[in-house]
């Protein structure tokens, strides 16, 4: 998705795919209008627990307002790898079986990943069809108005996920008109980006990456950096992504809260490519008559990244020792490059930077819900293990749902199986309440 600053200082879409553009799987025209479980969402979060609903005999819908693993195909870079090894793609009865259980799966084996799982067992889902409201209404608790009709649901699982619509600051609109805006979802390759360079805000997990597939290609790229951290790709022998998952760092409970190990970036070192003329400043603060301005927190930027690194190195050491393990030692990571300073505007024009790519995140948007009690004074969902104080309406594969895993490959299993037993147990009950009522549904 392209994007252009508007006049009130927001961005807004210049080209997009088409929302239902694909006709239902093995279903077209108006969706079955009632059902006991509709579950918005056909990502993996949705499967998962359509896999669970499944298996449960329980009746139940998936509602996909594109095609299954969208994300996956249509929002992420030729070059995008996960993060954690494919041995962590465990979603439910269907954990990674390939040959590379330590490698890092591609976009277009994660495609390929996501639709085999869908394919084991069949989801009833229908691909196409975008939820535009939903609401509290009648003996069925929920409607549903989609591009197909109205859908009634005595249970909705929103499997949406918290990565739904890009965010870009606001401060882009007051960039130069000529600058050329995309964010992380819609970037490619550097062959798509227009010939100049190019600004990269951001050095999460999207930035970091983007960053070094311009600079690969012979860009010249600036990197505005922020707070986020980063870690080893390996450690003592592993990934460390299997360590965090030998030390626990993965079952986090929610309660217990973010920790030091919290780090998502690959093992990207931005000191290194600085010495190979990649050019870092600090975190963007404010653009203004063709300039742009930053923070001066380029060193402490670098640092917190360093530190969150050596945080997990130290509680790899530590269980190494008690553990008794055979682990090589390994030496630390030493700076390789230190910052004369911060340079805090830059001339975009003088600087030959003719495109920004926005690597500055996702939000929810469940602005569609008209049923407020699902969610808190900030407007987030109020839920326990994604059980709302709405009867029968849930809430799956949001990030801390339960753990650090939870809205991930590794952890989606155990969110879903608990939400599909608490669905089948209300279910039970509720057919206990009518019988004694008096009361028949179909």
Not at 22 to 44: L, M
Not at 319 to 343: H, L, M, N, T
Not at 365 to 371: E, Q, R, T, V
């Amino acid at each position: 998705m392209l994007l252009r600053p508007a006049v009130n200082g927001r961005t807004r879409a210049l080209c997009s795919g088409p929302h239902g553009a694909r006709s239902a799987r093995g279903r077209s025209g108006r969706v079955s209008p009632d059902r006991d479980v509709i579950i918005i969402g056909g990502g993996h979060a949705g499967l998962s627990i359509s896999k669970y609903l499944k298996d449960d005999g329980v009746d139940h819908l998936v509602l996909e307002r594109n095609r299954i693993a969208h994300a996956w195909r249509e929002e992420r870079w030729d070059s995008f790898r996960l993060v954690t090894p494919n041995r962590e793609c465990r979603l439910p009865d269907f954990p990674y079986n390939g040959p590379e259980p330590d490698g890092h799966m591609r976009k277009d084996e994660v495609v390929d990943y996501v639709e085999a799982f869908a394919a084991s067992f069949g989801p009833p889902l229908h691909e196409g069809v975008d939820v535009r409201a939903l609401r509290c209404v009648g003996s069925y608790a929920f409607v549903l108005e989609t591009n197909r009709g109205p859908v009634r649901a005595r249970c909705v699982v929103v499997a949406t996920g918290a990565y739904r619509d890009a965010k870009v600051p606001a401060l882009a609109g007051d960039v130069d008109a000529n600058v050329v805006h995309l964010h992380a979802s819609s970037y490619r390759n550097p062959q798509d980006v227009p010939a100049g360079d190019v600004l990269v805000v951001g050095t999460g997990q999207s930035g970091s990456q983007i960053a070094v597939d311009l600079h690969r290609a012979g860009r010249r790229v600036h990197v505005s950096t922020c707070g986020a951290p980063r870690i080893a790709r390996r450690y003592r022998g592993r990934d460390v992504a299997s360590w965090l998952e030998v030390l626990g760092v993965l079952d986090r409970d929610v309660d217990d809260g973010p920790g030091a190990f919290d780090a998502d970036a690959r093992d990207v070192d931005l000191r290194a490519y600085a010495r190979e003329g990649m050019l870092l400043y600090g975190r963007l603060t404010g653009a203004r008559d063709g300039r742009v301005f930053f923070a001066n927190d380029l060193v402490a930027n670098l640092a917190s990244a360093d530190l969150a690194m050596d945080r997990i190195k130290d509680a790899i050491d530590a269980y190494v020792a008690r553990s008794g393990i055979d682990a090589p030692p390994e030496a630390r990571y030493r700076a390789v490059w230190q910052p004369a300073g911060s340079v805090r505007e830059l001339g975009l024009a003088r600087a030959g930077i003719r495109s920004i790519v926005w690597c500055t995140g996702f939000a929810a948007a469940h602005d569609w819900i008209d049923i407020p009690a699902a969610f808190d004074e900030r407007a987030r969902p109020a839920h326990r293990r994604g059980v709302t104080l709405v009867p029968g309406l849930y809430f799956l594969g949001l990030p801390w749902q339960h753990t650090r895993g939870s809205a991930r490959f590794f952890g989606i299993a155990r969110d879903a199986r608990f939400l599909a037993d608490h669905i089948r147990a209300s279910a039970r009950n509720r057919a206990i309440e009518n019988l004694e009522n008096g009361l028949h549904f179909r």
